[in-house]
């Protein structure tokens, strides 16, 4: 069982930078696939970013590469997303997840979800 609350939303203008936590609860959060995912109003939830049981792989959604970093510290049971140059698409709720998988995108694969953090970018 593994419990996830995040952190870290909040309102910033556009080309800005925020970076979100996401806290997990349990001894074995080193064994869960991690990701972040995010649903915009009217939309599907959809993956932003994913990274591995030992973080030697990532991967991120075209729509955010070369912008938002994944990444997580075994030691302290955190996940984080670093996000620069942020652009109003960007506004969604976002979602830390988890999943015993080795590797999934899918989101009905995830077991274990947090309550979500609101990030809002304005033009």
């Known amino acids: 069982q593994v419990q996830l609350v995040e952190s870290g939303g909040g309102l910033v203008p556009a080309g800005g930078s925020l970076r979100l936590s996401c806290a997990a609860s349990g001894r074995t959060f080193s064994s869960y696939t991690m990701a972040w995912f995010r649903q915009a109003p009217g939309k599907e939830r959809a993956i932003v970013a994913q990274?591995?049981?030992?973080?030697?792989?990532?991967f991120y959604a075209g729509s955010v590469k070369g912008r938002f970093t994944i990444s997580r510290d075994n030691a302290k049971n955190l996940v984080y997303l670093q996000m620069n140059s942020l652009k109003p698409e960007d506004t969604a709720v976002y979602y830390c997840a988890a999943t015993s998988s080795a590797y999934t995108i899918l989101p009905f694969q995830y077991n274990y979800w947090g309550q979500g953090t609101q990030v809002t970018v304005s033009s």
């Open positions: 990274i591995s049981r030992s973080a030697d792989s990532t």
